[in-house]
């Protein structure tokens, strides 16, 4: 926030590190003649890139409140949409610009702060401090969240200070390669010594089995994704550990809990600055599979060698505990052994490992040119990248651009300028690399996993590798409190089974973690009937509980065995303790005795027993009959990384560009690059990142959690996976896509800045931070799968017609043939029938509102009846397009006598009008009249389900 006026000067600064007792005795690269420094010193330049570059060198920058504009802040342009949000001001503004020098007082605040670490000689501790907590000290120095926005140029504001020094840091270390010495930089360099060179580094993991869909209970479900989560944290920190945590490009890793339980382990003192990560921080998943780094070329196959090994010794560390829980603590299998094949073997084949690695620019080539030698190294770092002359990179308007920035002794045209599309190359390599290898799986002598058919059943070993399905019975009983005696697993089952028993040790939180939050069970659906319903159906739901804890006394109880963790953060973490009183599985004695040991009297004769109860209390429907899970997923991730769907420059330029004297005669070549596509660079990327934990670390943590009743399972910016219930899917699928895009708040507790999302007026909630929070922005798009099943239909069904339904949605067409930006919704009866609604968000959000005109009569056997009509009607005479409907409603009207009735809405027609209307404009006609239907009925599925009526207690 200086107030210089030379862009070039400004970027030449570079703080006050000489003030670290490590640095006393290096020299600025920047300031150096020698060969190493002055090719590390390149960094600076691959980070700012050629086309922020050659706009900083054309034009003098814009400033923090110049003297003739005192009340004028910055503007920041969110990194994909360029929506901006402007006049950005820093608490203390006033104070700040009504000091005479400004940049000496900015100094001196800096060297205050770095007086916290001025005097650490352990230069990894160092790094990590200035990466991790740097940040956190500068905001709260100033009393100000949002400065973790603060742009990095002021002319083209879309990335933020921290991620271009971040991008910056990792560069150089890419160039001066991991094996430099001091000797190599205090001797003269040698001429047979190759410069070291930057790569673009991905390296992905996988499972050889279904992951997730060989869940048959809950906790498998969340184990699957915390464990991938877990492994890809434990990779994330053992790199980061050997070539810091800035290598890093995708995903960051600035303020992701493990990392910070893992920091604060490290270095307890961090606790002044890094705040320790919640449990329930700790056991939501959100880590991808796949991780982007920036590595010298000679340091990319040992990163990737220790990649591997990390994920098989962190997978081998899991297993061993909970065989330890499970064979020591429990004695289970007692002649089971770690090393038993049908263990040991299956294990050790789990993890598929590939990676793929890119030069940033054509590997020993020149990193940069000027404008002399322009064509021939772009023809040269073309084919390295894969660009024929009909792709030529630079555009005209690009071009004119540069040549008024060769004026300029800070002329720089680099090899990041190909950033999107080297990135997209190395991620596209990695994907066929893994297409392109075969799984090698051992051997199954015997009975197969009973869900998912893949691996042996484990077994101890015998005097033959063979087992017969009669002998593994005999090894199955109901035992351990984790098997029911039906079931066999393989041994990767096991350990998802088991996890909860061990992830508080696991992450050294013995005494505090309570993992059985983590999951929730599949009748955690309740709370969305509780939290939406008076208080009297909280009172008749534990007026039950009552009835079930007495009858179970008389077995010799004790007095808290209904009560459990939801597993839901809505209720666990209540102030009301009210709704903690008895756990949700009360409503289905099946789940609750599988859960319980039963003496004295058969389970059998408890069960239809309890089985009574809640029926007499619950005659109609059963709040926990259904449970609904969701997964979404952005569309177009690659568009937007390649940056094939950025706008022109002019979109995300400062709006005050216009107000600069430019030199003579360059307005017209700016006009022309102002017009071209906005590429995508290092810091670009890096601060896209970053930033984009907003959304998935704070924002959907919020909707999904706090707002409604709700368990995220898993979150990353791209994907969501998350259990809902039957009476809030609904509301909570808008608000999530709302937020995605950053639209306005459903319900107007955020307001809109830009496509950042802020708190609004009332008191903050404890975990959004106090500053403008980042969302995909207005261009993005992203689509769902629902799933909303019965209790009586498996997990794993349930799991498989969820990643189902999501490939639908992304492939569903609107009339003009675009597709993805849609739902599909697939109800799951226990009779095995499926019905499937499927349409784009407009049309669903049409949906939403006819079926709450609805919603307060669903108590009315006319309210579904209506739907069910509509559907008879219009099968029988649709209208035959959507200007026709108008006339359709009004025909339909006069025939039904049921708009006469009382308790029937009036405005039913014209939601019913525009419900349609929605269809026929969104959906292609070979599927527009079974959308209608399938909707419809999903409607009236919607009210009579929802319906819960209260019988008779005791």
């Not at 877990?230 to 290598?247: I, Q, T």
């Not at 599985?585 to 109860?613: F, T, V, Y």
């Not at 784009?840 to 049409?846: E, G, S």
Request: with cysteine.
């Amino acid at each position: 926030m200086s107030d210089q006026s030379d862009e070039g000067n400004r970027r030449r600064e570079e703080g006050f590190w000489s003030i670290l007792s490590t640095m006393k005795s290096w020299q600025s690269p920047k300031e150096s003649r020698k060969k190493i420094l002055q090719h590390i010193a390149i960094a600076d330049l691959l980070a700012w890139g050629s086309d922020r570059a050659a706009l900083s060198t054309l034009s003098p920058s814009i400033s923090y409140g110049p003297n003739s504009e005192p009340d004028r802040g910055l503007d920041i342009s969110h990194p994909l949409s360029g929506v901006k949000i402007q006049n950005w001001q820093v608490i203390g503004h006033q104070d700040l610009i009504s000091r005479d020098n400004r940049s000496e007082y900015l100094g001196d605040r800096e060297r205050e702060l770095l007086q916290a670490i001025a005097k650490e000689s352990n230069l990894k501790k160092l790094f990590w401090w200035l990466w991790r907590c740097w940040p956190v000290a500068v905001c709260r120095s100033f009393g100000d969240e949002s400065l973790l926005l603060m742009p990095a140029d002021p002319n083209l504001p879309d990335a933020s200070i921290w991620s271009y020094t971040s991008i910056t840091a990792a560069l150089a270390g890419a160039l001066a390669g991991h094996n430099l010495t001091s000797n190599d930089i205090q001797q003269r360099w040698s001429a047979n010594k190759t410069l070291s060179h930057p790569y673009i580094v991905a390296f992905r993991f996988a499972p050889v089995q279904g992951w997730y869909e060989a869940s048959r209970k809950m906790r498998d479900c969340w184990a699957g994704y915390w464990i991938e989560h877990y492994l890809s944290a434990k990779v994330a920190w053992k790199l980061a550990d050997l070539y810091g945590p800035d290598s890093l490009l995708y995903p960051s890793l600035f303020e992701q809990p493990l990392i910070d339980q893992w920091l604060l382990q490290e270095w307890p003192e961090f606790s002044e600055w890094v705040s320790r990560p919640s449990d329930r921080q700790l056991l939501t998943a959100g880590l991808p599979q796949e991780l982007v780094l920036v590595l010298p070329k000679t340091a990319v196959e040992s990163a990737m060698q220790t990649a591997r090994q990390t994920v098989l010794d962190s997978w081998q560390e899991l297993s061993q505990l909970v065989f330890q829980e499970l064979h020591d603590e429990r004695q289970w299998m007692a002649d089971l052994t770690p090393n038993s094949p049908s263990w040991q073997l299956w294990l050790k084949a789990q993890w598929q490992t590939d990676w793929s690695a890119t030069p940033i620019g054509k590997d020993s080539e020149p990193l940069k040119t000027d404008l002399a030698g322009l064509d021939e190294w772009l023809e040269t770092q073309g084919r390295a990248g894969g660009n024929d002359e009909s792709d030529r990179l630079f555009k005209p308007g690009e071009m004119a651009l540069f040549g008024e920035a060769a004026r300029s002794r800070q002329f720089n045209v680099n090899a990041s300028s190909w950033w999107g599309s080297i990135v997209s190359q190395t991620r596209e390599t990695l994907w066929a690399v893994q297409k392109g290898q075969t799984w090698v799986l051992p051997t199954a002598f015997g009975p197969r996993s009973s869900i998912s058919g893949l691996g042996p059943v484990v077994h101890p070993p015998g005097d033959t590798d063979w087992i017969t399905e009669a002998e593994t019975e005999d090894l199955w009983p109901r035992e351990a409190g984790l098997f029911d005696g039906i079931e066999q697993l393989n041994a990767s089952e096991i350990v998802k089974r088991g996890l909860d028993k061990i992830v508080a040790p696991l992450l050294q939180r013995q005494n505090e973690a309570d993992p059985t939050g983590a999951y929730p069970h599949f009748t955690s659906g309740l709370a969305g009937y509780l939290k939406t319903e008076p208080p009297e159906a909280l009172e008749h739901f534990h007026n039950l509980g009552d009835e079930v804890l007495e009858q179970l006394r008389r077995d010799n109880y004790p007095e808290d065995i209904l009560a459990e963790k939801w597993g839901i953060p809505w209720i666990d973490d209540s102030e009301d303790a009210e709704y903690r009183r008895y756990g949700s599985r009360l409503l289905n004695p099946g789940w609750l005795l599988e859960e319980l040991e039963i003496l004295g009297r058969s389970p059998q004769q408890i069960r239809a027993s309890l089985e009574d109860l809640v029926r007499r209390y619950y005659p109609l429907n059963n709040p926990t009959s259904w449970y609904v899970l969701a997964a979404g997923n952005a569309d177009g991730t690659r568009e937007w990384i390649e940056g094939r769907k950025r706008k022109a420059y002019s979109e995300y330029v400062s709006t005050s560009l216009s107000d600069l004297n430019l030199p003579s005669g360059s307005g017209e070549s700016l006009e022309q690059f102002l017009a071209e596509q906005r590429r995508v660079g290092p810091a670009n990327h890096a601060s896209l990142s970053r930033s984009l934990l907003d959304f998935s670390k704070k924002l959907v943590p919020y909707l999904t959690e706090r707002r409604h009743a709700g368990r995220l399972l898993y979150c990353s910016p791209s994907d969501i996976v998350a259990y809902t219930n039957l009476w809030e899917w609904d509301s909570w699928l808008w608000d999530i896509r709302q937020c995605f895009r950053g639209d306005l708040d459903p319900g107007e507790e955020f307001e809109r800045e830009g496509d950042y999302w802020r708190w609004g007026s009332q008191e903050l909630a404890e975990e959004i931070p106090d500053r403008p929070l980042m969302t995909m922005g207005s261009d993005a798009t992203i689509s769902f799968g629902i799933v909303i099943a019965n209790q009586s239909v498996p997990l794993a069904i349930a799991l498989e017609n969820l990643a189902f339904a999501q490939d639908e949605a992304k492939k569903h067409k609107s009339l003009d043939g675009k597709e993805k930006d849609a739902v599909e919704v697939r109800v799951l009866h226990g009779n095995g029938k499926i019905l499937k609604s499927r349409a784009k968000f407009k049309a669903f959000q049409r949906w939403r509102s006819l079926t709450e005109v609805m919603m307060p009569n669903m108590a009315s056997a006319y309210a579904p009846a209506l739907f069910e009509q509509t559907i008879a009607i219009w099968n029988q005479h649709p209208a035959p397009q959507s200007e026709a409907i108008d006339r359709w409603m009004e025909g339909f009207a006069r025939r039904r006598k049921i708009f006469t009735v009382n308790d029937m809405p009036i405005n039913f027609p014209e939601e019913l009008a525009i419900f349609l209307k929605g269809i026929c404009q969104t959906a292609a006609a070979p599927e527009r009249e079974e959308d209608i239907e399938n909707w419809l009925k999903l409607a009236a599925f919607m009210l009579r389900e929802r319906y819960i009526k209260l019988g008779g207690e005791r």
